[in-house]
């Protein structure tokens, strides 16, 4: 089975052996669909026919290693949307999960975001940079492009670009990062956002996870896409039911799944599962991003003394923070690292408090700044626990930054009371992409039998 994740920074593609239950071959490479020329500093947008050639070629480069391919399957970044014209193609760029133009205010000072707004006249809790929230920016503003009949997400885009398909379709995890989907009729609310003066129309059919789409030009099944959280779940967590997913990348997220929901805590997202059940979600906006900005002020520092700019500060950070311990909890600095807000409170900013004489330096500042990222996951937990999950019993790890940091990964251990299982490969999306095609395609029967096809099930 063949899977593709294209992500904000990066797009990668690989072969999976279900037999072997391994990675067989891989590329990853930068994306090419960045970036595009601002007009406003929040605005992130992407180009959605370099990332569609770009596919294209990974795609050849895999095939050429193994012709035999069975199926195609495909994840990305979710929230963002490309319009689309009549013949499916893409009519303007694509606006990512990043783009900030739901978050500015509809009027005067004390009036709302349009997030907000769009999400009172839904009833519906819809973030910025979620597609509807931008969406409805863009009808606002008469910005929609003239030729849209439709949107979808960047995954379903190049889905249906592979099969040659004017109409794009989606699945239930990609539907819900757009917005206005009803977890209980499996489907976008059609009438609460026609509340909101945005015509129905134009959102995308919601089809099965794994249903086949057509067939690529090479005569392999495409299968619908997965949103990359629900991917990255499917793609490392043999044992669903025990075990929690903590990705810290870019951005981070802390995943649990649940048979059901009746009501999510109030940090948290309740994101359709494929095969059934839930996906909890808490969400930190900052994520890998919260030291990357650390870094980005050590750089700073030291180009201003020397006049050159350093090559590798991560390795000067690793050692001050082998070189010194944070501190007991009454002593050491303290890092909030919601420096983008949060999904219900874009506003919200991050702080560094408990500064002492003695404890302001940057070795401490270093620790306090991974406990914030980790403090800021461990807090979804404790809203889980109040809600009644159950006990769980497995900690799996994924995403860059985990990867690169074992400090990072000690302090996750800590505050979970787990051991971090990390993966024995980066391409957890991906490798998700691939278990849903062959969900589709059934060679494995369902999607809660797909753990048994990963390597980590070896463990259990």
């Known amino acids: 089975m063949a899977g ?82 009549t013949s499916g193609r893409a009519t303007g760029p694509l606006y990512t999960w990043q783009d900030g133009r739901a978050g500015q205010l509809t009027g005067g000072m004390d009036s709302p975001t349009y997030a907000q707004q769009f999400s009172d006249l839904t009833g519906y809790i ?26 979808c997400t960047i995954a379903d885009y190049i889905a249906m670009r592979l099969v040659n398909s004017e109409v794009p379709l989606i699945d239930a995890t990609q539907a819900a990062g757009i917005g206005g989907f009803s977890l209980g009729t499996g489907d976008f609310d ?51 039911g025990e075990s929690l997913l903590l990705n810290i990348g870019t951005g ?16 948290m997202e309740v994101r359709p599962f494929p095969g059934g059940g839930v ?31 350093p090559t590798d500060l991560y390795s000067l950070m690793s050692r001050l923070l082998s070189e010194e311990v944070p501190g007991s909890a009454s002593t050491r600095l303290t890092v909030n690292t919601q420096f983008l807000g949060t999904r219900t409170d874009p ?12 404890n302001f330096t940057p070795g401490r500042l270093a620790h306090a700044f991974l406990q914030g990222m980790v403090d800021e996951l461990r807090g979804f937990l404790a809203e889980l626990e109040q809600q009644g999950a159950g006990t769980f019993s497995r900690l799996i790890g994924s995403g860059n930054a985990l990867r690169s940091n074992p400090v990072l990964c000690a302090k996750a251990e800590a505050a979970f009371g787990l051991t971090l299982e990390l993966g024995e490969h980066a391409e957890e999306a991906a490798v998700g992409a691939a278990l ?11 999607f809660s039998e797909a753990g048994a096809y990963l390597s980590r099930a070896r463990l259990s």
């Open 190 to 240: 059609r009438n609460a956002i026609g509340m909101a003066g945005i015509d129905p129309s134009l959102l995308p059919q919601v089809v099965p996870s794994g249903t086949a789409i057509g067939s690529a030009a090479q005569g392999i099944p495409v299968y619908t896409s997965l949103g990359d959280n629900q991917a990255s779940f499917l793609g490392s967590v043999p044992q669903p």
């Open 4 to 85: 593709l994740d294209i992500g904000t920074t990066s797009i990668s593609g690989l072969l999976y052996d279900l037999e072997k239950r391994t990675i067989l071959y891989s590329i990853t490479e930068a994306q090419a669909g960045l970036p595009i020329r601002l007009n406003q500093e929040w605005e992130r947008l992407q180009d959605p026919e370099l990332i569609m050639k770009q596919v294209e070629h990974i795609l050849e480069r895999l095939l050429a290693q193994q012709p035999e391919v069975t199926g195609i399957g495909l994840t990305g970044q979710m929230h963002g949307i490309v319009y689309l014209d």
């Open 252 to 267: 981070s997220q802390l995943s649990a799944w649940l048979p059901d929901c009746a009501k999510a805590p109030s940090a």
């Open 347 to 358: 506003e919200k900013r991050g702080s560094v408090e408990g500064i002492t004489l003695e």
């Open 126 to 151: 819809v973030a910025p940079g979620y597609g509807l929230a931008t969406h409805y920016y863009n009808v606002s503003g008469q910005l929609v492009p003239e030729r849209a009949v439709s949107f």
């Open 436 to 446: 849903c095609a062959a969900v589709g395609s059934g060679e494995i029967a369902s």
């Open 279 to 309: 996906l909890m979600v808490g969400a930190a906006l900052s994520g890998g991003k919260s030291y990357a900005l650390l870094e980005g002020f050590f750089r700073q520092l030291i180009t201003a003394y020397t006049g050159e700019a």
